[in-house]
């Protein structure tokens, strides 16, 4: 090689290189760290390092090539995400079974116990709404890869469970099930409910109140109102990071069309529960994303099928365990317990531990001190 060729060879190497390089450092143009950042103790180093890894200009591209790769060679997504037929998305939580699943089971089947005896003690009755995995609602649009034996079990288990041990508890799954044909009842690339599986199941759960623990009073009127249908692109897509250089390959976006619901006499938007301010709210709903993420509509939908107001203190990204036991300690709970409790309760948190250490170490082992009970819960479960 001349000495020509090989200045021509270092150039080529060394132009991309310093290019990338120059690009990179646009990313530090206004970069300003807080005001507690210190070079001494390493805080300074650690962000100036965290900002340039977020603005290094290779790393949307390489996280974008490798995804493709993963997603047309070999049918997958990153962890959290379960690739099925037609375009449907599952969360690998209904999927993959939980290490000592059965360990947790058991200690959730006695909480569950626990916080049933706590409301009867307080006069509550409790409307336990078990919500079915979308794999087992939707087994045929499941791929290659099945959900794991502890997984296959957990509907029937907490269902069975919580129908001998005395709480109300309809079968939701069954009654899906015969809704399919007249819609979708969950998104495809989502791993919640679309509003119209949300009204139905608000629907089976109000005539499941009528037959068991009518409520006392005059029902109060709702109204639902449709927003215009948009294009809607589910939380499970988040674990294909496809876009921008293959966005044409993610699976197409939902249909979803937004509902919502207030008393009637009110403006959409205005605060419910001001109309009843002055009386017992006679329902309270606890639960998860399903219950508290206004796109579903779920809270609106109760509401109108109950004719009740309805206090919500579901949570997003908690579970359905720790919303709960967190309500049982408020003042409001304690100082106007409601009439009816619905607790809206995926399957698939059933093996799952709750992070408790954010409680009260005293009250929660008085919460599940009748061990005995709660033994025999998770033993009439198996």
């Given at each position: ?311 919500n203190y579901a949570e997003n990204g908690r579970g359905p365990l720790l919303p ?59």
């Amino acid at each position: 090689m001349t000495r020509a060729l090989r200045i021509a060879y270092i150039a080529l190497f060394l132009a991309p290189l310093l290019g990338l390089g120059a690009w990179s450092l646009r990313g530090f143009i206004g970069f300003s760290p807080s005001a507690d950042t210190s070079l001494l103790d390493g805080t300074w180093a650690k962000a100036v390092e965290t900002h340039y890894e977020a603005q290094f200009p290779l790393k949307r591209p390489g996280t974008n090539l490798w995804a493709a790769l993963d997603y047309s060679l070999f049918g997958e997504g990153r962890p959290g995400v379960v690739l099925g037929r037609h375009d449907w998305l599952f969360s690998d939580e209904e999927f993959k079974p939980v290490a000592r699943g059965e360990q947790h089971i058991e200690a959730n089947l006695k909480l569950i116990l626990g916080v049933q005896q706590r409301l009867q003690r307080h006069g509550v009755k409790l409307l336990l709404a078990i919500v079915p995995a979308k794999a087992r609602l939707y087994p045929e649009h499941v791929g290659e890869e099945q959900p794991a034996q502890q997984q296959q079990a957990l509907y029937r288990r907490l269902h069975r469970a919580a129908q001998r041990a005395g709480i109300l508890a309809p079968d939701l799954l069954a009654s899906l099930q015969q809704a399919k044909a007249n819609g979708a009842l969950f998104l495809r690339t989502d791993t919640h409910w679309t509003p119209h599986g949300a009204e139905w199941v608000a629907q089976h759960l109000a005539q499941t109140v009528q037959r068991h623990a009518p409520l006392a009073g005059e029902p109060q009127r709702f109204v639902t109102e449709l927003d215009a249908a948009k294009p809607y692109q589910g939380d499970l897509t988040n674990f294909l990071p496809l876009d921008p250089l293959f966005s044409a390959w993610l699976p197409a976006p939902d249909c979803l069309q937004p509902r919502r619901t207030h008393a009637v006499g009110t403006r959409q938007g205005d605060d419910a529960t001001a109309l009843f301010a002055d009386s017992q709210i006679p329902v309270v709903l606890v639960g998860t994303s399903y219950s508290a993420d206004p796109n579903w509509n779920f809270l609106g939908a109760l509401r109108q099928a109950l004719g009740s107001d309805i206090l919500n203190y579901a949570e997003n990204g908690r579970g359905p365990l720790l919303p709960m036991l967190e309500y049982l300690q408020t003042d409001a709970f304690k100082g106007s317990p409601p009439r009816l409790l619905i607790w809206e309760f995926p399957e698939r948190y059933l093996p799952m531990p709750p992070d408790l250490s954010q409680l009260d170490p005293a009250w929660f082992a008085r919460l599940t001190s009748t061990a005995t009970a709660g033994q025999r819960l998770a033993a009439t479960a198996k």
